[in-house]
């Protein structure tokens, strides 16, 4: 761990310098080397599973060991070894076209490793994603200092001693702290930055990195709709909603953070919303398999948020509990539903990250594409219903980060897929080859062959320049 130091940009600073000193002067590491590291990446997050579960679970005040198993630790494995099948692909120089007076020479891109990565990791899902983008990093070849959140301190101790383990310093390194030190880490001039988090911080991370041109990746949130065509609540329907909303508690960035359903289908989704939140959760709030929200701060704040919109009219309407169920475990929120939540709501401006869906209504599909297209494009956008015109709408006619048909959170477990925002809801992307790509820096290079027709293109200029121009502006005709 980094030692106490009256600034705190000092250590970090100097242990950025020690990481691009030994990755200088290793120079890239070889496929050998980097699926080497995968594979001691790999066995540390095996070893140490029961403890990261504990680790969490202490951190929210309670978190089951098989969401933590399935969210986290299942998604950091699949990463892991969907890189190493595929790393011999993703480093091979890519062939380019070469124009017509270069036909002697070949052109191809390369993708070097950066250097060193900085990830800045946040608490909702304080293991995967900080060992998921270091998983990428060392596929692309660099180094990396990660800073976990001081809102999961448990966790972010564990992944420091884990890594400690099988990683020396200059190759891997955790920094703990609190904001002032996650304000430095932003700071620091690495070679490419990675944040996950809020869309407020994110603006914040990006101005404090724009001062050393730091290329960044921003991973932020915002309000995901699932809108459901008419005549489309059913089982299967309710269930994937209420997983996409209640797993973790709704402490996700792709959780649906408001449901638009037609308005002949509303007393069919409150009611099969009930029975499929009955079914995952049979004993309540009070469930084992249900989380805790991770601090006072959010749990007040999201208490606020049901007030707020009590106040101003909306239905609230608690699922799951009975005076002998409950939500009386410490920071525990009952799954609610919020009905009729003017636009003036806290709860539809405000990203929810808890267990509170609004619900709209709508008439036509033109109304839904009317209202997403009029707030912040989102992290993820969720349909339900047939292949068919209004669903081909939908999709061309609104921009998000990705989208679910017919299931929800499912497409950032697809390893071959991009996963990123796009506004206010992120910049760039990692998983696939696109996380490989983001860390790398493609190298354009070109190689003249024994013939150099350019070269007849050099001054003095005559006849046969006044041919070649004709030649190849004519070419395209």
Request: with cysteine.
């Amino acid at each position: 761990m980094i030692p106490a130091h009256p600034d705190p940009s000092f250590d970090m600073a100097a242990l950025l310098d020690r990481q691009r000193s030994a990755f200088l002067k290793e120079g890239p590491p070889t496929l050998a080397d980097r699926k080497a590291r995968l594979k001691r990446l790999r066995s540390a997050v095996l070893a140490h599973r029961r403890e990261v579960a504990e680790a969490i679970s202490a951190d929210f005040g309670h978190r089951s060991r098989h969401e933590t198993d399935i969210m986290e630790t299942v998604g950091v494995i699949q990463t892991i070894d969907y890189l190493i099948r595929n790393l011999r692909r993703f480093m091979k120089p890519e062939r380019r076209h070469v124009g017509l007076f270069y036909r002697a020479g070949r052109a191809y891109v390369e993708y070097q490793p950066k250097g060193v990565i900085g990830v800045m990791a946040p608490w909702n899902y304080p293991f995967s994603l900080t060992i998921i983008p270091l998983a990428t990093a060392l596929a692309a070849g660099n180094r990396a200092m990660l800073k976990p959140s001081e809102l999961t301190p448990r966790t972010s101790e564990t992944i420091r001693r884990m890594l400690e383990e099988v990683f020396p310093a200059d190759e891997v390194a955790v920094v703990l702290g609190g904001p002032e030190i996650g304000a430095a880490f932003s700071g620091l001039p690495f070679d490419h930055l990675l944040f996950t988090g809020s869309t407020p911080v994110g603006r914040k991370v990006m101005k404090a990195a724009s001062d050393n041109l730091v290329p960044v990746t921003l991973e932020l949130g915002g309000k995901s709709p699932v809108i459901v065509e008419r005549g489309h609540v059913d089982d299967r329907t309710m269930a994937s909603i209420v997983f996409g909303k209640l797993s973790n508690a709704g402490q996700t960035c792709v959780a649906p953070d408001y449901a638009m359903i037609h308005e002949d289908d509303l007393d069919t989704f409150i009611a099969q919303f009930g029975v499929s939140v009955a079914r995952a959760y049979p004993d309540g709030p009070t469930s084992d398999d249900y989380t805790s929200i991770v601090n006072d701060r959010h749990y007040d704040r999201l208490r606020g948020l049901i007030e707020d919109a009590r106040t101003r009219g909306a239905r609230v309407i608690e699922v799951g509990v009975t005076p002998e169920r409950s939500a009386d475990r410490a920071r525990t929120l009952a799954p609610t539903l919020i009905v009729g939540a003017g636009d003036d709501a806290a709860i539809m401006q405000e990203e929810i990250f808890g267990p509170l869906l609004p619900v709209t209504t709508y008439r036509t599909i033109d109304e839904v594409i009317d209202y997403v297209n009029a707030r912040p494009r989102p992290l993820a956008l969720y349909y339900f219903g047939d292949e068919g015109a209004d669903r081909e709408r939908v999709l061309t006619r609104t921009t998000s980060g990705n989208v679910g048909i017919n299931n929800t959170m499912i497409h950032v477990a697809q390893d071959d897929l991009p996963f990123g925002g796009i506004g206010p809801s992120g910049m760039g992307a990692y998983h696939g080859i696109e996380g490989f790509r983001t860390m790398s820096h493609a190298k354009g290079v070109f190689v003249q062959g024994r013939w150099n027709l350019p070269s007849l293109l050099r001054a003095p200029f005559g006849r046969l320049v006044d041919l070649a121009l004709r030649v190849t502006l004519d070419s395209g005709k």
